[in-house]
């Protein structure tokens, strides 16, 4: 089951590798990556431009549901496999429940509202369901505590299946936090059985530390952990940096500013990435499920802009698949692959939104490249906090003004 990890790292800057792609995407909003790249002259990985776009795939249009309404902040929703409830993190601390009958329960699965500094960009900010819940009853955690420190602790659920054992916490990780933003949050099984906990750079504004590129500490990567074959977690032995002196054995990927959402997408084999950019570019990138040690770019780039100099040297970085300017929005919320049974026509397509200007867009990877991208009249979503999807697959969006929406075929 276990898949062995690509090592592609290359701390000497030697063999760049040549990654950037064209977007193809047929509306107005997609930035076009590739010719972006050239401009900048990142000719040694310029790419000949295709032909016209593809025509948009015959899809009509979607529409959303109300699931549930009142929420404190909602900012997350997922399902233990195979289970008909719907789990919903609150940033101000409680994970709650859609019953199986539709009704959000009054009480909490778990509330961890006297262990989290809230507000901003703090708070309880992920929840992953261990792939063997069934049987272990074990799901993890991911908020900034009371210090303001990234808190990773796992719980378990208790004889009642509605409501978790408060008192089962079990750390797992803690790292400390610089400043109050850019604390990532995201937590995800790999298909590969590993925790994996995407970390932003410990926040400020240009990652003042350089924590992006510096794989001796925990921020602004991705962390690879083995929870179950250790205590509380293992290296596992081919993570990137494992023999790389100085750098810590837990990072699978650095290059990130604050990954405000990532998906695995087990049927097409692609990990999701969605990097919120500084003041000018929003971004998505696609990389390979088992690919190691990928440099995400920041804060060398902001998408595909040179940011901490100019004339900068990306060899080596991993170029967004799409990429949009603040003209459309002011920090990209990232959504998942759609692989339920609603939109049929829209399965293996990914959604993704922006906390600002709230739309809802999706486009699919063609051989690496973006392409049917398409922006969604759903009417308003208000602040997009993040998607999500039940154990069936159907995709969901929460919202800062406490909404959560199931998507559907339009009318
Ligand atoms: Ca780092
Ligand atoms: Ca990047």
């Not at 076009?32 to 295709?50: F, V």
């Not at 921020?219 to 509380?232: A, E, N, T």
């Not at 499920?289 to 040179?306: D, F, P, S």
Request: aromatic share 10%; proline share 7%; with cysteine.
């Amino acid at each position: 089951m276990k898949r062995s990890a690509t090592k592609r790292v290359d701390l000497s800057g030697g063999s760049a590798r040549c990654r950037i792609r064209l977007l193809a995407a047929p509306r107005s909003f997609a930035v076009r990556a590739g010719a972006l790249a050239a401009a900048l002259g990142h000719g040694a990985c310029s790419s000949t431009p295709t032909g016209p776009p593809p025509p948009p795939p015959a899809v009509g249009s979607l529409a959303t549901e109300v699931v549930a309404t009142g929420l404190d902040r909602p900012l997350y929703l997922t399902a233990p496999p195979g289970d008909s409830r719907l789990f919903i993190v609150e940033q101000t601390g409680a994970i709650r429940i859609v019953a199986a009958d539709g009704n959000l329960r009054g009480t909490p699965f778990l509330d961890l509202a006297g262990r989290i500094a809230g507000g901003g960009e703090r708070g309880l900010l992920g929840l992953a369901f261990h792939p063997d819940y069934v049987s272990n009853g074990f799901f993890y955690v991911n908020y900034t505590d009371t210090n303001g420190d990234t808190v990773v602790e796992r719980y378990t659920a208790s004889g009642d299946p509605d409501v978790a054992a408060p008192g089962s916490a079990t750390p797992i990780l803690a790292v400390p936090q610089p400043f109050a933003n850019h604390n990532g949050g995201q937590l995800a099984f790999g298909p590969d059985g590993m925790l994996y906990v995407f970390m932003g750079d410990g926040g400020g504004a240009g990652d003042p530390f350089s924590t992006g590129q510096d794989p001796t500490d925990l921020l602004g990567s991705i962390l690879r952990l083995d929870v179950d074959g250790g205590d509380p977690y293992a290296i596992p032995p081919d993570n990137p940096f494992v023999d790389v002196a100085g750098a810590r054995g837990e990072v699978w990927a650095i290059g990130l500013r604050n990954p405000w959402r990532a998906w695995f997408d087990v049927p097409g084999g692609m990990l999701y990435v969605a990097d919120v950019g500084q003041s000018q570019r929003e971004e998505v990138n696609a990389v390979g499920i088992a690919e190691a040690g990928v440099n995400y770019g920041w804060n060398v780039l902001e998408g595909t802009l040179c940011f901490a100099e100019e004339g900068c040297d990306a060899s080596g970085t991993e170029a967004p698949v799409l990429e949009y300017s603040h003209a459309d929005g002011c920090s990209i919320t990232g959504g998942v692959v759609y692989r339920g049974t609603l939109l049929p026509e829209l399965v293996g397509h990914y959604f993704y939104s922006d906390f600002c200007s709230g739309f809802l867009r999706s486009f699919r990877l063609q051989g690496g490249v973006a392409v049917e991208g398409q922006e969604w009249n759903v009417g308003g979503l208000g602040s997009v906090t993040s998607f999500g999807a039940d154990a069936a697959g159907e995709m969901y969006v929460t919202s800062a003004e406490g909404r959560v929406y199931r998507i559907v075929p339009g009318g």
